[in-house]
């Protein structure tokens, strides 16, 4: 079992930054990739940044160049730093694990392949 708390979030005006937090415990050798993903009014949840084991990370278009992911092994938190941020960054933003590798979480309903999740937090972003 893994458990993956989250922090972080909040509301800020466009142009500002935030910084989400997700500290990971529990059977964390077993984890092949982590990421984080958002969800607005929709169902779906969409992947905006992944890392794998590696290091090796892969951001959605729509963040690319304003949000950094990075993990931490020393205290197992991955982090989700956002810079730039713009109105349609509004959603909740889960962070979450997977067990098996060589997911497309890129793709539609990709989502569903990961085994464990954050509580999610809400970003808020004015225009």
């Known amino acids: 079992q893994v458990h993956m708390v989250q922090s972080g979030g909040g509301s800020v005006q466009a142009g500002g930054s935030l910084t989400l937090s997700c500290r990971v415990s529990g059977d964390v050798d077993s984890i092949s990739t982590m990421g984080w993903f958002r969800q607005d009014v929709g169902p779906e949840r969409e992947a905006v940044a992944t890392?794998?084991?590696?290091?090796?990370?892969e951001y959605a278009d729509s963040v690319k160049g304003r949000f950094t992911i990075s993990q931490f092994n020393g205290n197992n938190t991955l982090t989700l730093q956002m810079d730039s941020l713009k109105p349609e960054d509004s959603a909740m933003y889960y962070c979450?694990?997977?067990?098996?590798?060589?997911?497309?979480?890129?793709?539609?309903?990709?989502?569903?392949?990961?085994?464990?999740w954050g509580e999610g937090t809400l970003v808020i972003i004015s225009s």
């Open positions: 890392i794998d084991g590696d290091g090796s990370t």
């Open positions: 979450a694990a997977a067990i098996r590798p060589g997911g497309m979480w890129f793709t539609v309903g990709a989502y569903y392949g990961m085994d464990y």
